[in-house]
């Protein structure tokens, strides 16, 4: 595995001694990341490449994602209550400023379903804390002129403050600081500009290709300008992402009413396929594997979605490693578990154990981090794993 240059430094300069000043304040002990994790690592609940760092004491924690080549050079917020996840910077610097910045940025500010009580937020405004002075080097050159237009805002009120605000957020996207992070919440703030929106989702999207949430309020913003093609394209592109990337507690788009078991099963972008009935295979812009899997669900009771997943990536995993292609096994088995999800938990002791066996066989740079994930299912649900 293969540390980012801030994470490196991170380590070296012991800043994870300190507590935190901001929500996540709760560094882990390096020494215990990959010895002993038992006690930051959520096994079958967190997907198999995220490595915790930083926890907020309430389960949710800023994760270091490791790639098939074995690097860890982009960090995560992971929310325990529901699994969902959404980058927060491709340097841990990053992930520390926005988790500073964020309650000054425009729009809600709300990062769950219901915000944390937390005395820290805003305690290091004034850029003292070890932390903050480390994060603004470790960002980018352009974070220490931002670092001032933060801590100014807390003289101004009114109009001052909200032209601040977006002065913060804007200097944030220009540098790429947590710039996907950023575009979320702009897009929350401006949930009746469409063309606003979709600038900042498409930028996202293409950012972040991964993101459904980004994909759906592109797709929103097309179908409000009077582009249902365009609109389609991007709920197939939503569809094929994970159910955990949609941010649907914070900011679900409107205009699609789903059932009981299509809530349940959260695929909101599959929804508006059914109810358009589009033709997937006429999409020409996913791959002939995403038609397949979505034409699958559009096709398949919202009721079995999960399982049907599940045994779509299954089956694509054991294609690719027939094929010779590891990291597409290994990506397609992590579908399988971490798409929809799925029940009931024992399947995670499975799941995790194929991970661990066949990126180990292929020499995917995730395996030791897959093999520690099975390890401490197995230590934490005795039986079931």
């Not at 929106?197 to 409000?224: F, N, R, V, Y």
Request: with cysteine; hydrophobic share 40%; net charge negative.
């Amino acid at each position: 595995m293969t540390l980012s240059s801030d994470l490196i430094d991170w380590i070296d300069q012991a800043l994870w001694r300190h507590t935190g000043c901001g929500e996540f304040h709760e560094a882990v002990d390096p020494a215990s990341l990959m010895d002993d994790p038992a006690d930051t690592i959520w096994p079958g609940l967190m997907p198999p490449d995220f490595l915790p760092l930083i926890g907020n004491g309430r389960g949710d924690w800023i994760c270091g994602r490791v790639s098939a080549a074995g690097t860890v050079d982009r960090f995560v917020h992971w929310y325990h209550g529901g699994g969902d996840w959404i980058p927060w910077g491709n340097r841990l610097g990053e992930a520390v400023l926005f988790d500073v910045w964020c309650p000054l940025l425009p729009g809600p500010g709300r990062r769950h379903a219901i915000e944390p009580d937390d005395p820290r937020a805003g305690a290091c405004l004034s850029g003292d804390h070890p932390w903050i002075q480390w994060a603004a080097d470790a960002a980018h050159p352009g974070a220490r002129e931002l670092m001032q237009f933060a801590l100014a805002q807390t003289s101004l009120s009114g109009d001052e403050k909200a032209t601040a605000s977006l002065g913060l957020a804007d200097g944030m996207i220009r540098h790429g600081i947590a710039e996907v992070a950023v575009r979320c919440e702009m897009i929350q703030n401006h949930r009746d500009d469409w063309p606003l929106i979709g600038k900042h989702a498409s930028a996202a999207a293409q950012t972040d290709p991964d993101l459904a949430w980004a994909w759906e309020w592109l797709a929103m913003s097309h179908d409000s300008l009077g582009q249902p093609a365009s609109a389609a394209n991007c709920f197939a592109k939503a569809a094929c992402c994970s159910a955990f990337t949609d941010q649907a507690v914070r900011m679900r788009p409107p205009g699609v009413e789903l059932g009981d078991a299509e809530n349940q099963a959260a695929k909101l972008s599959v929804a508006w396929l059914r109810q358009q009935h589009t033709r997937v295979d006429e999409l020409a812009e996913i791959s002939s594997i995403q038609q397949r899997y979505v034409s699958m669900l559009v096709q398949t009771d919202p009721s079995r979605w999960q399982q049907s997943a599940h045994d779509f990536w299954l089956q694509a995993a054991e294609a690719s490693a027939k094929g010779g292609n590891g990291t597409e096994a290994v990506n397609c088995l992590i579908r399988s578990g971490w798409d929809l999800g799925i029940q009931p938990l024992s399947v995670y002791g499975d799941v995790l154990n194929r991970l661990a066996a066949m990126a180990g066989r292929f020499g995917d740079g995730r395996a030791r981090l897959c093999q520690i994930h099975a390890d401490c299912f197995r230590q934490r649900y005795q039986g079931l794993g």
